[in-house]
Structures are given as structure tokens and as C-alpha cells.
């Protein structure tokens, strides 16, 4: 049985649809990431399956249970707010602490409790700092304690690494994946960072407007994105998106924008099926792209090279083929500089085609 | 230089704000003679305005003064004490409550937090009149009730605007993390909430107590002899013969220690209270 599942949930603040209709589900021990751009309804929805807000329409169910009329205080859902939320005037173990006093727990059973879950945490150290005195790190693992003291049978992460540096983030990102293993909850991460949705989830749902628009695992939607905004806000770089018409000539179909056309006709017979306009975009990932100093394939185009930014072992290379500018993402080549001329291919297994209307995939 | 200023800025407030304490502390030990002498070192300094704030008939530095008052000022002191104190309890609590509502859930939508703002820019003189003439066909003149209930209707209106400031500055989200781990809304307020505002709490108090303690206007109309208050009580230290400014200076002085002592007590709090924000 999941152990979450959100059904056709939908909320209007006044007269705008912060959630126009959402539903997935999430499995024992699994972490499902909603993924988008802030407004996207992520942390609204991440609110009523807590109980802070009301749904206008849709269910939550919980083990089962439907538990929309269920308060959030008995829901049992632990939440990590975006700051934490440690309280001040509490030391970090009475914040610990807090739900099980809120309950009455004896004295004896509550600090066993306690230590094992700061020893869990790693805050076993620092139990008598007051929490207004708390760096970020141990705020975070302070929140996680928290709420995982109470055995929730759900936990809820709402952006817990947006107000760190990019530096901290990198490592509080590791030291919450690893926690997240040893504790093992169903877990619904909010997040506008892909690179903490990719490395953190087991499925991302991306969201847009209020909507889901694809849910998968973390290779599904890197490599099957459903709809242009997806391709779009997965990946970085970014998806190179080049809006181009579909014609044909000499029983070949070509891609053409302006100077720029690709052989497509291997895909001819499902752009033509699936394509309702002629108006479409060809995507093409950077690290899709390769480079080369010599012609060596037939299909391969003529770009100039705009700027080179060097990121270690790879380089992003910012390419002119004709007017239309295209990244690629390939091995360092030192011989390349601004206006080198090299010759550029695509990879043609890992294309995507999306129409510009609908936005869905096409290839 | 800007040091200098600066000193030079805080003798000038000083001087400002206490002189008049200076005077009223002379005038207190000042015998009828006196009284409108312009020194500020009484001459011939008495204790006899103290005592007759005890023993009415007293002797003031050897005339005697025939007033209307018998009694000594234990009374109004303890009317003062009862009708302010009680008044500032019940305006805290219930302005608490409501600031909370207005907060937390927009209780009320704009309007009705700006409307009990509105209340409060009308003079008190000008419903003074209706105010005596309702208390008296309810039978509230003359009666702790009448005091207590006009006094927390007049200081909710800033118990509500200074205490929603100060929970307006408590992030949601320490109040949502308490929940989610299991307590009940009233636990929260609290648990969570309370301590969190209590240094703007003890403030708003403070400010409350003050208004209170020293109201003049409704405690003259509304007490006839049962709840003089001590502001009403000065004003009748008048004889056959003039004021007794001296009496009323001393007691005037009396009158502020119970703000001072409250002011004392709080202290702390009143610190926190008004560096709101640095203390998170």
C-alpha cells in the first residue's frame, strides 16, 4: 500500500489556482521529489498534505486513510520547514523534545528517545545550545530530529537547502542523503534545485502553473522529457531548444531554422503521425552536441566558437552555427578558442522534437 | 565634536523631561509660604505635605487647610491599583487574543483592525456625557466594574495594534512546527507563542498600566466617593483658601512610584520588547 496518495488536489487563494490538479503517490521508503520554479504550487501542496492549509477540492490519503478533516497536529507527518524553524527559547534537546512532552512521555523513555535520535542526527554533542544559537547545519539536523522523533509516517522537506551557500549546500546535500537512507521514511522533497531533485529523489514530479507535468525517475525525465518545459528545466546547461519547421524535399525530412537544417527522416514517419503543426522545436541536449576540430562526418555543420567556459576536465562551448546559437558540452580541447572554427554534430539518438503549440514531445 | 553634540542633546532632553519632576519634588517638601516662591531649594523644608496625605487634618508647615477629604489616600491608592491593574490585565488578555485573530487568521479582514483604531481618535470629552448617562441608567457609576470595564474598552485598541506588531514578527512557521508535532493551537500560543512576545507583551503592559494609572477624565465622571482613583484624588486637594499645591505634589510623587516600581520589575523584558526583530 503507499503510503502517501494525493488525488485531483486543486486550491484557489482568492481567485488564483495555486493548484489546479495534482495527484501521485509515494511508496514505503520512498523519496519523491516535487520539482519547479517557485509559484508552481510545490510548497502549497507540500502544506495540505501537512494540514496547514485546506484544499478546495481533492483528497490526501495517508496509509490509506483519507485524512483531509484530520488536524495537522494529529496527522503525524513530520515537516522541515525552508528555515528550519528551530525554536529559539527551547535548547536543542527540549526541541527534540517538544512532541514527545506534547504528549507525555515519561521522563525516562522521552530522553532515551532523545539521545537515540540526536545520536542518529549527529547533534548528540550540542543538546544544551539554545536554539537562536544554532548554525545552519545543525539547525537542519535539529528540524530532521525533530520530526523524525516522533516516528512520522511521513516526512515532509520543504527547499531545507535554499537559504544556505553554495558551498555549504553542496555538502548539507550529501549529509541529507545520507540521513535520508539511514532513516528510511517515505519522503515528499519540495525543491527548485534539479540538482538536489536528481541527487536526493528515487521519482521527481516536475511541476509548472499548479500542474504536474511529468512524473519518473531521475533518468526518465532526463531522458524522456514529456514536454518542452521539462526538457527546458531539467539539465544544466539548459536543453538547447531551437524552434524549426518540418519540410520535405527529395523524399528526405529536414529540419530547418533559417540556414540551419537537420536530416530528420530517420524520425520521419512518427513526426509525421504525431506532429499536428508544422511548427516545431528541436531539442538537443549540450553534452549531445560534440565538437570536432575536423570534418569527419558528412552531416557534421560548420560553427564559430563564441566562448569557451573551461569547467575542469569539460568545457561548455558556446557555438554559432549560422545565426543560431547552440551549446555544447564536450572534453577540453586547449587548441579551441574564441573564434576557432570547428565543425559540430548531433547526437541523433538523443534528440527531442516538441511541437510549439501543445509543448508536448514528439520524439 | 559630534560627541560633544551629542552630551550637550542629552542634557537638554534631561533637563527637559525632569525639570518639572525637580519642581514637583521641591514643591512636596515646600510649606504654604512658599508655594509660589520661585526657588527651587525650599527654605524651610517640611514633611507636613507628606502627612497629611495620611492625617487629612494635619497642619501644613503650621496653617491649617479645611478640604473635603477625611479620609487618608490608602483608598484611592488602592482604587488606582484595582481599577488600572485590572484594566491592564483584561485589555492585555482579550487585546492578546484578538491581535493573535488579526494576525494569524486576518480576523476581521482591514476593516474591523482599522475601525478600533477609528474609536480611539474621537476625544474622550466628547462621549463622556453618553458614557455617564448609559453608566448610570446600568447602574455602573461609582462601582469598580463601571471603571474596570471603561478602562479595558479605551487601552484594547492599543493593546491590539502593539501587540500584533510584535506577533506579526514571530515567523508562522515556529507555530506550524509545534503543531505538526502534535499540540493543540492553544499549546502552541502557550508554549510557543507567549514566551516568544513576552518582552512586547510586558511592554505593551507598561504602556497600558500608564495610560490607565493616570486617566483623569472618566475616573472624575464615573467616581463619586466608592472609586476615587488617585489622579482624582489630587485634584481634590483644594481648600477654602486655594490649592494645596504642596499636597498635591506629594502625592503626585507617591503616584508614580508603582509605574516606576512595574517599569523596574520588567526591565529586561522592555529591552527585548523594543529591540524587537534583533533578538530572533
Request: neutral net charge; charged residues 20%; hydrophobic residues 45%.
Given at each position: 500500500?503507499?503510503?502517501?496518495?494525493?488525488?485531483?488536489?486543486?486550491?484557489?487563494?482568492?481567485?488564483?489556482e495555486a493548484v489546479k490538479d495534482v495527484g501521485f503517490q509515494v511508496e514505503e521508503k520512498e523519496t519523491l521529489c516535487l520539482l519547479g520554479p517557485s509559484g508552481c504550487g510545490k510548497t502549497t501542496t507540500l502544506r495540505i498534505i501537512a494540514g496547514l492549509e485546506v484544499p478546495t477540492s481533492g483528497q490526501v490519503f495517508v496509509d490509506?486513510?483519507?485524512?483531509?478533516?484530520?488536524?495537522?497536529?494529529?496527522?503525524?507527518?513530520?515537516?522541515?520547514?525552508?528555515?528550519?524553524?528551530?525554536?529559539?527559547?527551547?535548547?536543542?534537546?527540549?526541541?527534540?523534545?517538544?512532541?514527545?512532552?506534547?504528549?507525555?512521555?515519561?521522563?525516562?523513555?522521552?530522553?532515551?528517545?532523545?539521545?537515540?535520535?540526536?545520536?542518529?542526527?549527529?547533534?548528540?554533542?550540542?543538546?544544551?545550545?539554545?536554539?537562536?544559537?544554532?548554525?545552519?547545519?545543525?539547525?537542519?539536523?535539529?528540524?530532521?530530529?525533530?520530526?523524525?522523533?516522533?516516528?512520522?509516517?511521513?516526512?515532509?522537506?520543504?527547499?531545507?537547502?535554499?537559504?544556505?551557500?553554495?558551498?555549504?549546500?553542496?555538502?548539507?546535500?550529501?549529509?541529507?542523503?545520507?540521513?535520508?537512507?539511514?532513516?528510511?521514511?517515505?519522503?515528499?522533497?519540495?525543491?527548485?534545485?534539479?540538482?538536489?531533485?536528481?541527487?536526493?529523489?528515487?521519482?521527481?514530479?516536475?511541476?509548472?502553473?499548479?500542474?504536474?507535468?511529468?512524473?519518473?525517475?531521475?533518468?526518465?525525465?532526463?531522458?524522456?522529457?514529456?514536454?518542452?518545459?521539462?526538457?527546458?528545466?531539467?539539465?544544466?546547461?539548459?536543453?538547447?531548444?531551437?524552434?524549426?519547421?518540418?519540410?520535405?524535399?527529395?523524399?528526405?525530412?529536414?529540419?530547418?531554422?533559417?540556414?540551419?537544417?537537420?536530416?530528420?527522416?530517420?524520425?520521419?514517419?512518427?513526426?509525421?503521425?504525431?506532429?499536428?503543426?508544422?511548427?516545431?522545436?528541436?531539442?538537443?541536449?549540450?553534452?549531445?552536441?560534440?565538437?570536432?576540430?575536423?570534418?569527419?562526418?558528412?552531416?557534421?555543420?560548420?560553427?564559430?566558437?563564441?566562448?569557451?567556459?573551461?569547467?575542469?576536465?569539460?568545457?561548455?562551448?558556446?557555438?554559432?552555427?549560422?545565426?543560431?546559437?547552440?551549446?555544447?558540452?564536450?572534453?577540453?580541447?586547449?587548441?579551441?578558442?574564441?573564434?576557432?572554427?570547428?565543425?559540430?554534430?548531433?547526437?541523433?539518438?538523443?534528440?527531442?522534437?516538441?511541437?510549439?503549440?501543445?509543448?508536448?514531445?514528439?520524439? | 565634536?559630534?560627541?560633544?553634540?551629542?552630551?550637550?542633546?542629552?542634557?537638554?532632553?534631561?533637563?527637559?523631561?525632569?525639570?518639572?519632576?525637580?519642581?514637583?519634588?521641591?514643591?512636596?517638601?515646600?510649606?504654604?509660604?512658599?508655594?509660589?516662591?520661585?526657588?527651587?531649594?525650599?527654605?524651610?523644608?517640611?514633611?507636613?505635605?507628606?502627612?497629611?496625605?495620611?492625617?487629612?487634618?494635619?497642619?501644613?508647615?503650621?496653617?491649617?487647610?479645611?478640604?473635603?477629604?477625611?479620609?487618608?489616600?490608602?483608598?484611592?491608592?488602592?482604587?488606582?491599583?484595582?481599577a488600572a491593574g485590572l484594566g491592564t490585565i483584561f485589555a492585555v488578555l482579550i487585546g492578546f487574543l484578538a491581535a493573535y485573530g488579526v494576525s494569524r487568521y486576518r480576523a476581521g479582514g482591514t476593516f474591523i483592525i482599522f475601525f478600533t483604531l477609528l474609536t480611539r481618535m474621537l476625544p474622550g470629552a466628547t462621549f463622556v456625557a453618553p458614557l455617564m448617562v448609559f453608566y448610570a441608567s446600568i447602574h455602573f457609576i461609582d462601582t469598580y466594574a463601571g471603571l474596570?470595564?471603561?478602562?479595558?474598552?479605551?487601552?484594547?485598541?492599543?493593546?491590539?495594534?502593539?501587540?500584533?506588531?510584535?506577533?506579526?514578527?514571530?515567523?508562522?512557521?515556529?507555530?506550524?512546527?509545534?503543531?505538526?508535532?502534535?499540540?493543540?493551537?492553544?499549546?502552541?500560543?502557550?508554549?510557543?507563542?507567549?514566551?516568544?512576545?513576552?518582552?512586547?507583551?510586558?511592554?505593551?503592559?507598561?504602556?497600558?498600566?500608564?495610560?490607565?494609572?493616570?486617566?483623569?477624565?472618566?475616573?472624575?465622571?464615573?467616581?463619586?466617593?466608592?472609586?476615587?482613583?488617585?489622579?482624582?484624588?489630587?485634584?481634590?486637594?483644594?481648600?477654602?483658601?486655594?490649592?494645596?499645591?504642596?499636597?498635591?505634589?506629594?502625592?503626585?510623587?507617591?503616584?508614580?512610584?508603582?509605574?516606576?516600581?512595574?517599569?523596574?520589575?520588567?526591565?529586561?523584558?522592555?529591552?527585548?520588547?523594543?529591540?524587537?526583530?534583533?533578538?530572533?
Amino acid at each position: 500500500m503507499p503510503k502517501l496518495v494525493v488525488k485531483n488536489l486543486r486550491k484557489l487563494f482568492g481567485t488564483f489556482e495555486a493548484v489546479k490538479d495534482v495527484g501521485f503517490q509515494v511508496e514505503e521508503k520512498e523519496t519523491l521529489c516535487l520539482l519547479g520554479p517557485s509559484g508552481c504550487g510545490k510548497t502549497t501542496t507540500l502544506r495540505i498534505i501537512a494540514g496547514l492549509e485546506v484544499p478546495t477540492s481533492g483528497q490526501v490519503f495517508v496509509d490509506g486513510v483519507l485524512v483531509n478533516d484530520v488536524p495537522p497536529q494529529k496527522r503525524q507527518i513530520g515537516l522541515v520547514f525552508q528555515d528550519y524553524a528551530i525554536f529559539p527559547h527551547l535548547s536543542v534537546f527540549e526541541n527534540i523534545a517538544y512532541g514527545l512532552r506534547v504528549r507525555k512521555m515519561p521522563e525516562a523513555q522521552l530522553r532515551t528517545k532523545v539521545h537515540d535520535t540526536a545520536s542518529l542526527i549527529g547533534v548528540d554533542n550540542i543538546l544544551d545550545v539554545p536554539g537562536r544559537k544554532l548554525g545552519l547545519s545543525e539547525m537542519q539536523r535539529v528540524a530532521i530530529g525533530r520530526s523524525i522523533v516522533l516516528d512520522p509516517k511521513l516526512l515532509l522537506l520543504d527547499e531545507p537547502l535554499s537559504n544556505i551557500d553554495a558551498k555549504a549546500r553542496e555538502r548539507m546535500r550529501a549529509e541529507l542523503g545520507k540521513l535520508q537512507k539511514e532513516i528510511g521514511i517515505a519522503t515528499v522533497y519540495v525543491t527548485h534545485d534539479q540538482l538536489e531533485a536528481m541527487t536526493l529523489a528515487d521519482r521527481i514530479a516536475v511541476m509548472r502553473n499548479g500542474l504536474i507535468e511529468q512524473i519518473g525517475t531521475t533518468s526518465e525525465i532526463y531522458d524522456n522529457p514529456r514536454t518542452l518545459f521539462v526538457g527546458n528545466f531539467i539539465g544544466s546547461p539548459s536543453m538547447n531548444l531551437i524552434d524549426c519547421e518540418l519540410v520535405y524535399s527529395e523524399e528526405r525530412a529536414i529540419l530547418k531554422s533559417g540556414d540551419f537544417a537537420l536530416d530528420v527522416t530517420e524520425f520521419a514517419e512518427t513526426l509525421r503521425a504525431k506532429s499536428k503543426g508544422r511548427e516545431l522545436v528541436l531539442g538537443v541536449r549540450p553534452e549531445d552536441v560534440s565538437v570536432h576540430v575536423r570534418k569527419t562526418d558528412e552531416e557534421a555543420m560548420e560553427c564559430e566558437v563564441q566562448l569557451v567556459e573551461p569547467i575542469g576536465a569539460r568545457s561548455i562551448y558556446h557555438l554559432k552555427i549560422g545565426r543560431l546559437a547552440v551549446l555544447a558540452k564536450g572534453y577540453a580541447m586547449p587548441e579551441v578558442d574564441v573564434g576557432s572554427k570547428l565543425w559540430t554534430t548531433f547526437n541523433k539518438h538523443k534528440l527531442h522534437v516538441f511541437d510549439k503549440k501543445t509543448e508536448e514531445a514528439i520524439v | 565634536m559630534t560627541k560633544t553634540v551629542r552630551y550637550l542633546l542629552i542634557v537638554v532632553v534631561s533637563i527637559w523631561t525632569l525639570a518639572p519632576v525637580a519642581w514637583m519634588v521641591s514643591l512636596s517638601f515646600k510649606g504654604p509660604t512658599e508655594w509660589y516662591a520661585p526657588n527651587l531649594i525650599p527654605i524651610q523644608p517640611i514633611f507636613d505635605n507628606y502627612i497629611s496625605l495620611f492625617i487629612p487634618t494635619n497642619p501644613i508647615g503650621g496653617s491649617y487647610f479645611f478640604t473635603s477629604i477625611t479620609e487618608p489616600i490608602t483608598k484611592p491608592v488602592i482604587n488606582s491599583l484595582i481599577a488600572a491593574g485590572l484594566g491592564t490585565i483584561f485589555a492585555v488578555l482579550i487585546g492578546f487574543l484578538a491581535a493573535y485573530g488579526v494576525s494569524r487568521y486576518r480576523a476581521g479582514g482591514t476593516f474591523i483592525i482599522f475601525f478600533t483604531l477609528l474609536t480611539r481618535m474621537l476625544p474622550g470629552a466628547t462621549f463622556v456625557a453618553p458614557l455617564m448617562v448609559f453608566y448610570a441608567s446600568i447602574h455602573f457609576i461609582d462601582t469598580y466594574a463601571g471603571l474596570i470595564l471603561l478602562y479595558t474598552a479605551v487601552t484594547l485598541t492599543y493593546a491590539i495594534w502593539l501587540m500584533k506588531g510584535f506577533i506579526d514578527e514571530i515567523p508562522p512557521e515556529w507555530e506550524e512546527a509545534a503543531l505538526l508535532e502534535g499540540a493543540s493551537p492553544w499549546t502552541v500560543l502557550r508554549k510557543i507563542t507567549i514566551p516568544l512576545t513576552k518582552g512586547g507583551l510586558a511592554a505593551s503592559a507598561l504602556f497600558i498600566f500608564i495610560l490607565n494609572w493616570s486617566e483623569f477624565l472618566f475616573a472624575l465622571v464615573i467616581s463619586v466617593t466608592e472609586v476615587t482613583t488617585l489622579p482624582v484624588q489630587i485634584s481634590k486637594y483644594v481648600s477654602a483658601v486655594g490649592r494645596m499645591y504642596g499636597t498635591m505634589a506629594s502625592l503626585g510623587l507617591v503616584a508614580t512610584i508603582p509605574s516606576l516600581a512595574l517599569g523596574y520589575l520588567i526591565q529586561k523584558h522592555l529591552v527585548t520588547g523594543f529591540t524587537f526583530g534583533r533578538v530572533r
